[in-house]
């Protein structure tokens, strides 16, 4: 069964240093999304993409955030400048088609920042 | 705004007996409702949906979830808890229409069990 898949599973990095969140969605998937959880808090929506540009953001999703799909498999994450507060489970979702369809998640990054 | 309540924090029931988990939600048109269930050091599993139709929704692992739209809620149920239950559960609420959406998530309820 065809599976999202993420790299790494653990970063550890200090504090203002650039990080990329590496995700392999599903092949025929159209829809991608990042997510994140601090720890002992609720999963919370950061981005969706689609057609090669951002459909929505959260408010958690300022300048410092990016992402990008380099080569039509691969969907990443950047911080750019990490703080401490950036420590979490940071999820990749992908779904298939049109709205309703469900999200399927990848085993998530965890990040922590010191 | 949409959100979701999950009012249990934790929960704890012995093996072979009934779970109810709860879930409400607060949304303006019609929502598309989700279970999800993260065990420790895990991504976050789709255990059921409801996007229309029935209101009775089957899922994987035997649960079931109910979709009451006068009491907004999505209470999931499962009649004989395993203690491979234990985990994580997350219900979600994600937009209704096409394109992508976005799914905002309770605060989960842990479920132990007890052998």
């Known amino acids: ?114 | 705004a949409q959100s979701v309540t999950q009012p249990d924090i934790h929960i704890t029931v012995s093996e072979g007996a009934s779970l109810e988990l709860r879930c409400n939600y607060s949304y303006g048109a019609t929502p598309y409702l989700f279970w999800y269930v993260q065990s420790p050091g895990q991504g976050l599993q789709l255990l059921l949906k409801y996007f229309s139709g029935d209101t009775l929704v089957q899922g994987i692992k035997g649960f079931e979830a109910e979709f009451k739209r006068s009491q907004s809620s999505f209470n999931l149920r499962k009649p004989s808890v395993h203690w491979s239950d234990a985990a994580e559960y997350f219900c979600a609420v994600g937009s209704s229409g096409a394109g992508s959406y976005q799914l905002t998530f309770g605060k989960g309820t842990k479920l132990s069990v007890i052998p």
């Not at chain 1, 990329?20 to 829809?31: A, E, G, K, Q, T």
């Open chain 1, 1 to 114: 069964e065809p599976e999202v898949t993420q790299t790494p599973s653990h970063q550890v990095t200090q504090m203002g240093q650039e990080v990329i969140l590496r995700c392999v969605p599903i092949s025929n998937h159209l829809y991608f999304y990042w997510y994140r959880q601090i720890l002992g808090q609720k999963v919370e929506f950061l981005v969706s993409f689609y057609n090669n540009e951002i459909s929505e953001k959260s408010e958690i999703f300022d300048d410092q955030f990016s992402v990008e799909r380099p080569d039509g498999s691969n969907f990443t994450l950047k911080i750019r400048s990490t703080k401490l507060e950036d420590s979490a489970m940071y999820f990749c979702a992908s779904g298939g088609l049109a709205g309703g369809n469900e999200q399927f998640f990848g085993p998530g990054t965890r990040l922590t920042v010191l």
